[in-house]
């Protein structure tokens, strides 16, 4: 597949911020593609149009279903995997946020409580304790507000992001 000057910008640039967001440029280039088209595609034909190593996109499409971006299709009358990913963006955005707090946050809140529930912090001057206990209940705090914001609509959620600062504005006048 030949892709257009559109298409190819979108994937290039998808590729640079996903390097940007700590994702390999060819597994952001992939999903990209997989997102442009809007249809399933296989192994063979991502490797043609992205110009890139087949092992590359074999890595690559493993790490995409490791985090649930993609899936594999069977097309009648062709036995080869085809892969696809959701059109819908919402989708994706509370598939990446769900990922990233089960691999990230979690293990960061957990690895905070440990430390908190140490005999050995006691060791520690009073400001590194209250430092900690801040970045818990931050860190908490952020993982619950995420917990939520995922349950929401996408409607929803749309309202809340074009409200912005509007919210402190209403928050104020509830004093």
Request: proline content about 3%.
């Amino acid at each position: 597949m030949i892709l257009n000057p559109v298409a190819q910008r979108f994937v290039l640039h998808w590729g640079e911020m996903g390097s940007k967001w700590g994702v390999n440029r060819t597994v952001a280039q992939i999903h990209a593609l997989l997102y442009f088209v809007g249809k399933p595609m296989p192994a063979d034909e991502i490797t043609e149009t992205l110009g890139v190593a087949r092992s590359n996109v074999s890595n690559s499409l493993k790490e995409l279903q490791n985090w649930n971006l993609i899936q594999v299709v069977h097309i009648m009358g062709d036995r080869r995997d085809h892969f696809t990913t959701s059109s819908d963006v919402w989708a994706l955005f509370k598939t990446v946020v769900q990922e990233r707090k089960e691999r990230e946050f979690d293990p960061t809140i957990t690895a905070l409580r440990e430390c908190l529930e140490s005999d050995e912090l006691a060791k520690e001057d009073a400001e590194s304790q209250k430092r900690i206990k801040e970045a818990l209940g931050f860190m908490e705090n952020l993982s619950r507000w995420g917990e939520q914001m995922l349950k929401l609509e996408p409607s929803c959620l749309m309202k809340l992001m074009k409200l912005g600062s509007k919210i402190q504005d209403l928050l104020n006048l509830m004093k």
